[in-house]
């Protein structure tokens, strides 16, 4: 193909950068752009897919033929010369960047904890101190370790109200490094639950209704590597002497690397070398099939604005979709009556793109999980993963009131108690 010739000598710049991503400096993204491309023919699709492979370009959002890419600033001026529509979503990603590395790290009072983003260290703190402040209800659990051996923790949350029958629900953030509005939101959520218990109604009945497990950060030593390449996804596996990282939402032991995932070990979609093999996955999937009484399940990831519902290894719909959707909708409303926001809702497989070795299809296929689900948090793509932090309170206070909505859903769907 003729454009081989034409972008030749940009290959070499993509893959040198590529390269730095072993060392232990920042990696910064100066002059990188990141474009939406809107298509109309499947012929331009194959193009941009070509040029996306020959490149090695980060695609950070794809539906029909609607794509988000970062870029090179130059590669997107000499693409201009073809017929590929684009406009610039964010014109100077490196400054997006500096902004939310300013705070991380720094410390806060738990008062201001949801102004910044925060360090892993920050979060653990933040958690240990939930535990201890309200020891009645909120109790500190380390579900296993990283690659890395750092801990994943999670808060058990129980209200005063106690029954042998009760059902839980459980959280989780951050399987994807990157995403970082995704392990603070989940923190919010579980801030509200445990210190507005017994204060505010609504979250007194949910967790009076239900035992919950929040566990905000999956993928410690990715997070912990955003501080070096901010748009880093998967774990920190060492594959071979060249790339890192599984993806930990395509290592779920179910319908395992059966299509949307990749064999390839420095691919972003990397399943692994077999399904269950990371430690965050086996950590989080133990804890589901051994809390039997699971009847909830949302994995928060962002960004699209999507409450989804199992599959995502497969188009067909499962026996509980009408139930599943109906939650789906009444979190999604419950949103919308937030700040305003518009979360669509539907199966993965559809809604988004078809990918096996998720958390949803395990939750749902293995742990029976009825209610699965995986969240895509803000934006639509203003600042896709960039999300400025004045955004963390507003995504955390319309997920609090999607979550009584959908615990009351569960309530009202299902008679158990
Ligand atoms: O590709 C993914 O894993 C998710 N999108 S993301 O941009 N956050 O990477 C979508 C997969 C949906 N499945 C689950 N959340 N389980
Ligand atoms: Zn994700």
Known sequence: MKLVWLFIALFCFVNCVDQLKDLSEQIRYEEHIVAIFTLRTDAQVADLLYIVDLFDLDVWFRQGRTFHILMPAQLHRDLGTYDLPSKIM???????????????????????????????????????????????IAT???????????????????????????KRIVYIG???????????????????????????ENITRIVDNFDWTIIP????????YTQIDRMWRKNRRQNNSRCYGVDNNRNWPFEWNTGGSSNVACSDQYAGPSGGSEPENTAVANYVVKHSETIGFVDFHSYSQLWMTPW??????????????????????????THGLEFQVGNIYDIIYPASGGSNDYTYGVGKVTYSYGVEL??????????PPDQIVPSGEEITAATIAFADCIVRMKNFF
């Open 90 to 136: 964010i014109p100077d990603v490196q400054k997006l960047i500096d902004i939310q590395y300013q705070s991380i790290g720094k410390g806060s009072d738990n008062g201001d904890f949801f102004s910044e983003y925060r360090s892993f260290d920050e979060m653990n703190t933040f958690v240990k101190q939930l535990a201890s402040n309200y020891s009645s």
């Open 140 to 166: 500190l659990v380390e579900l296993g370790q990283t690659v890395q051996n750092r801990p994943i923790y999670g808060l058990e949350i129980s209200g005063s109200k106690s029954s042998t029958q009760k």
């Open 174 to 200: 951050c399987q994807h490094a990157r995403e970082w509005v995704s392990p603070m939101t989940v923190a919010f959520v579980a801030n509200q639950l445990i210190t507005n218990y017994g204060k505010n």
């Open 217 to 224: 950060i999956v993928n410690g030593d990715g997070y912990i």
């Open 312 to 337: 995502g290894y497969t188009g067909r719909l499962p026996d509980d979709y009408a139930a599943q959707y109906q939650c789906g909708i009444d979190a999604s409303i419950a949103i919308f009556n």
């Open 378 to 387: 803000r934006d639509t793509g203003e600042y896709g993963f960039l999300l």
